[in-house]
């Protein structure tokens, strides 16, 4: 049972999204970019930054208010989460292990919608494995010499600063002597790559970073040296519930879809939704889309409670990250040849469905984590 603020937040970010997001999201999935206008509009309402705190710009709101607006938004239009990055990757290690000096210069200016922020783990020949990575920050000083690249960076193109996390301590093995750093994107030696061209989710640009000799100050040393691998842990656990709930709200819309569209319908001389096989695939979908509901709030409300939450976060990107590409599959089916065209969303959900399950923990990691959880390591 929500909660009288929770339903007005989730009543305010529906009719953002139905009446501002839906309009364009056909535009943005050609274009791969969202209009000015439109992401100042999200910025003025607050939805950016929820769970930012009041005292470095944002609305003070809990985990799972930024849940609610998270589902309504990619019930519309699944790349429009990455306009709410702050609420997750790009604020979340800020929030959680950032310094005060930190905090007031990258987290307001994220708040405030100066700066966009992201955040970089993945490299070409590091996904899964965090230990693999290659990146180097070697101490010079009073800064650290950056070299390496990263790939696959939500934001990447758009990104003032991203949170890096190097190896600072070569002789360390496996996930020991990684360390976070805050680097912006306009000092010497940080470049971006082309962006790239993906199936899906194309309003949420991805590209490479190359860092070439960049000079980090000791000052956007996040956390302490060696502390990188639990801050990128603990931002990914709750950046879990982020990306659960994109292919929960990917699901909703498209069972909302596949409900319209078979009320109009009509076959054999009556709407299909009088079949007994629509029927029977409607309450299948609306059921399995339910669990996922309950298993991404709770998780939410774990965190908001300050309990251990990992568990509940894998298990819900687990579910939810296979929940989308199923019920997308069987809304499209039901569309028919209407489905597989662009003049219907689907085709787009369709798509956009494909990458909950791969980014931010492969199904497969989620479950080793799991696994970890319930048997031990």
Same mark, same amino acid.
């Given at each position: 049972?929500?909660?009288?603020?929770?339903?007005?937040?989730?009543?305010?970010?529906?009719?953002?999204?139905?009446?501002?997001?839906?309009?364009?999201?056909?535009?943005?999935?050609?274009?791969?970019?969202?209009?000015?206008?439109?992401?100042?509009?999200?910025?003025?309402? /607050? =939805?950016?930054?929820?769970? $930012?705190? *009041?005292?470095? %710009?944002?609305? @003070?709101?809990? !985990?799972?208010?930024?849940?609610?607006?998270?589902?309504?938004?990619?019930?519309?239009?699944?790349?429009?989460?990455?306009?709410?990055?702050?609420?997750?990757?790009?604020?979340?290690?800020?929030?959680?292990?950032?310094?005060?000096?930190?905090?007031?210069?990258?987290?307001?200016?994220?708040?405030?919608?100066?700066?966009?922020?992201?955040?970089?783990?993945?490299?070409?020949?590091?996904?899964?494995?965090?230990?693999?990575?290659?990146?180097?920050?070697?101490?010079?000083?009073?800064?650290?010499?950056?070299?390496?690249?990263?790939?696959?960076?939500?934001?990447?193109?758009?990104?003032?600063?991203?949170?890096?996390?190097?190896?600072?301590?070569?002789?360390?093995?496996?996930?020991?002597?990684?360390?976070?750093?805050?680097?912006?994107?306009?000092?010497? /030696? =940080?470049?971006?790559?082309? $962006?790239? *061209?993906?199936? %899906?989710?194309? @309003?949420?640009? !991805?590209?490479?970073?190359?860092?070439?000799?960049?000079?980090?100050?000791?000052?956007?040393?996040?956390?302490?040296?060696?502390?990188?691998?639990?801050?990128?842990?603990?931002?990914?656990?709750?950046?879990?519930?982020?990306?659960?709930?994109?292919?929960?709200?990917?699901?909703?819309?498209?069972?909302?879809?596949?409900?319209?569209?078979?009320?109009?319908?009509?076959?054999?001389?009556?709407?299909?939704?009088?079949?007994?096989?629509?029927?029977?695939?409607?309450?299948?979908?609306?059921?399995?889309?339910?669990?996922?509901?309950?298993?991404?709030?709770?998780?939410?409300?774990?965190?908001?409670?300050?309990?251990?939450?990992?568990?509940?976060?894998?298990?819900?990107?687990?579910?939810?990250?296979?929940?989308?590409?199923?019920?997308?599959?069987?809304?499209?089916?039901?569309?028919?040849?209407?489905?597989?065209?662009?003049?219907?969303?689907?085709?787009?959900?369709?798509?956009?469905?494909?990458?909950?399950?791969?980014?931010?923990?492969?199904?497969?990691?989620?479950?080793?984590?799991?696994?970890?959880?319930?048997?031990?390591?």
């Amino acid at each position: 049972m929500l909660s009288k603020k929770h339903e007005l937040i989730r009543k305010l970010a529906k009719e953002f999204a139905e009446n501002e997001l839906a309009p364009f999201a056909a535009q943005v999935d050609e274009t791969g970019e969202y209009p000015k206008e439109l992401v100042e509009k999200v910025i003025r309402a /607050g =939805f950016h930054a929820i769970t $930012i705190p *009041k005292e470095y %710009g944002g609305c @003070g709101g809990d !985990t799972l208010s930024s849940t609610i607006v998270t589902e309504e938004f990619t019930k519309v239009d699944a790349s429009s989460s990455s306009l709410l990055m702050p609420n997750s990757l790009s604020g979340g290690a800020l929030m959680m292990f950032g310094n005060e000096d930190q905090k007031q210069k990258y987290l307001r200016a994220m708040a405030e919608g100066t700066k966009v922020g992201a955040f970089a783990v993945t490299e070409p020949g590091a996904g899964s494995d965090t230990s693999a990575i290659s990146t180097t920050a070697e101490k010079d000083g009073d800064t650290y010499i950056l070299n390496g690249r990263k790939c696959f960076i939500t934001q990447g193109p758009n990104c003032d600063f991203v949170t890096v996390f190097a190896k600072t301590d070569l002789n360390a093995k496996g996930v020991k002597g990684i360390s976070a750093f805050i680097v912006e994107s306009g000092w010497e /030696g =940080f470049s971006i790559g082309a $962006i790239e *061209k993906k199936m %899906g989710m194309h @309003g949420s640009p !991805t590209c490479d970073l190359i860092f070439e000799n960049v000079r980090v100050p000791k000052e956007n040393l996040l956390g302490g040296e060696g502390q990188g691998f639990k801050i990128c842990m603990k931002t990914l656990d709750s950046g879990r519930i982020t990306v659960a709930t994109q292919g929960l709200g990917i699901a909703q819309g498209a069972l909302d879809e596949a409900v319209k569209y078979v009320k109009e319908r009509v076959q054999f001389g009556k709407p299909i939704a009088r079949l007994q096989n629509t029927q029977f695939e409607i309450a299948d979908m609306a059921t399995k889309v339910e669990c996922g509901r309950q298993l991404v709030y709770h998780a939410a409300e774990l965190k908001d409670a300050g309990q251990p939450y990992s568990l509940n976060a894998a298990m819900a990107k687990y579910y939810c990250g296979d929940l989308c590409n199923d019920i997308t599959y069987r809304a499209l089916q039901l569309h028919g040849g209407y489905g597989y065209m662009k003049d219907y969303p689907i085709e787009r959900m369709y798509r956009d469905a494909r990458l909950v399950a791969i980014y931010e923990g492969t199904s497969e990691i989620q479950r080793v984590v799991i696994a970890n959880h319930i048997i031990g390591k």
